[in-house]
């Protein structure tokens, strides 16, 4: 029968001094705090691992968007380049154009 100083039998058997002198519980606390210390060090190891992960995948479209928004500057750029030296020619065809004519109309003055 259990200890009548005890509410109830669960409180009994935990606490009569059966085997190891009430030193059972301290080490039972400990073996589990070593297990839930192993599973937090693992769920914190798995963390920094997907964290890792996650920047490197970061860092990686980083660099994809910066690779692609050079090519288009260049595109851009080349693009530009295209009508300007399409218009500089324009403008000395047009220069050309404009001397000849002046040098036949000096031309026809001289001879009148």
Request: contains cysteine.
């Amino acid at each position: 029968m259990a200890n009548s100083m005890y509410a109830n039998d669960a409180q009994a058997s935990t606490s009569s001094g059966g085997g190891g002198g009430g030193y059972g519980g301290y080490a039972a606390a400990s073996g589990l705090g070593a297990i839930m210390g192993f599973k937090a060090s693992q769920a914190a190891a798995k963390q920094a691992r997907l964290t890792a992960e996650y920047n490197a995948k970061v860092a990686e479209n980083e660099r994809i968007l910066l690779q692609r928004s050079a090519r288009d500057e260049q595109v851009r750029l080349r693009e530009g380049s295209d009508k300007l030296i399409s218009a500089q020619r324009e403008l000395l065809l047009n220069l050309v154009l404009l001397l000849v004519q002046e040098a036949t109309c000096l031309r026809c003055e001289i001879h009148i």
